[in-house]
């Protein structure tokens, strides 16, 4: 008698394999997943679309604000973070918007935020209508609102502000004037951040440098204003050209009164294309984190052909000695640059 061991062993395998099936249906119809559903991952990456960026760093929390990239009529939304990298939102108290239209001043082009904590409130100082406007809230999140829902009085339009307030007490704004061009401009503060003093007014920078227009436009643009103080001299940070320019870029100035004179870092631009292989990079805020590193957010083009919507991004900034003149130099460290990217949950479908 002969005996096929080969067939018995098939026969065997096979049985096992129908068991572990009908085991494996029964599961998955006491679990009711039986339609097969496809599972995707729980959390994924998103770029960020805001411009004209700027965090607020606020008892261990970091708060981003930009110009709107989806719509800039609308006012502004928030993301927080608590190591740079890893952002959550929007997460405004106002359906993701920490400044939401008609809470303040403005009607459309809600533009440049920037957030900063005094007497015991937060403020934001912001563009709306072509105009600066201040707000303020209990909480980064918002809402910031305006009692009188008016701008500072001004005879031209004006934008990008940046308050500064000096070891002193003294504050200052900084901020682009309309005229001729966009040109910089600082103008001291009431106490209350009401309005400026009209007699302290004074031009500060205007782009006349062959790199602040490379496009030879008739209207030169000089913008993004942001003020460091380091061992007593002011530096002046800000970006030139139209922001649709391959070519934008942020440069800075320095001084030894936060009036002027300025004079400009003959190593300008200190951030462009050519050092971080992006076009449009510019007018953006600094930032310590945690450990007291210096970061700059920016923003930058969509893409190399497509201007918007502008992506935002980061990059260390550090001071260097300058053997050239003595004083510490402004140097940004193009291989820490990285985007800002917020975490999405996704959710499954069938």
């Known amino acids: 008698m002969t005996i096929n061991i080969f067939a018995k062993s098939c026969s065997s395998a096979g049985l096992k394999y129908l068991q572990f099936f009908i085991w494996l249906f ?10 097969w559903a496809q599972v995707k991952t729980d959390n994924t990456s998103s770029d960020i679309y805001l411009a004209d960026p700027t965090i607020f760093y606020h008892k261990g929390q970091y708060y981003l604000y930009g110009t709107g990239g989806a719509n800039a009529n609308l006012g502004f939304t928030v993301y927080t973070s608590r190591d740079l990298k890893s952002w959550a939102g929007p997460i405004g108290v106002n359906a993701g918007y920490a400044l939401r239209k008609g809470d303040a001043f403005g009607e459309q082009g809600f533009w440049a935020p920037q957030v900063f904590y005094y007497r015991n409130q937060f403020y934001m100082a912001y563009t709306a209508n072509e105009q600066i406007a201040i707000a303020t809230s209990s909480s980064p999140l918002g809402p910031f609102t305006q009692t009188k829902k008016q701008p500072l009085t001004a005879p031209v339009k004006q934008i990008d502000p940046f308050v500064f307030i000096d070891d002193d007490g003294r504050k200052y704004l900084y901020h682009v004037r309309l005229n001729q061009g966009n040109r910089l401009f600082v103008a001291e503060m009431t ?8 007699e302290t007014l004074k031009e500060c920078l205007t782009a006349v440098e062959p790199w602040e227009n490379t496009a030879k436009a008739p209207w030169p643009v000089a913008e993004g204003p942001s003020i460091l103080k380091h061992k007593n001299l002011y530096y002046f ?22 009036y002027g004179p300025w004079e400009k870092y003959t190593g300008n ?49 550090r001071f260097e000695k300058d053997k050239a003149t003595g004083t510490d130099k402004l140097v940004a460290d193009e291989k820490s640059f990285y985007f800002l990217q917020f975490q999405a949950k996704e959710v499954g479908s069938r």
Do not use: E
Request: charged share 20%; hydrophobic share 30%.
């Open 26 to 35: 029964f599961i998955l119809c006491c679990s009711g997943q039986a339609t």
């Open 269 to 317: 631009p200190i951030i462009s294309r050519n050092n971080l292989g992006q076009n449009g990079t510019g007018h953006g805020d600094f930032v310590k984190d945690k450990k007291g590193n210096l970061t700059y957010v920016l923003h930058t083009h969509f893409s190399a052909t497509k201007v918007g919507p502008r992506k935002t991004a980061i990059v260390n900034i």
């Open 237 to 258: 940070v800000y970006s030139t050209n139209d922001f649709r320019n391959p070519d934008y870029a942020v440069g800075y100035a320095v001084s030894k009164s936060p």
């Open 191 to 198: 106490d209350d951040l009401s309005a400026i003093k009209p």
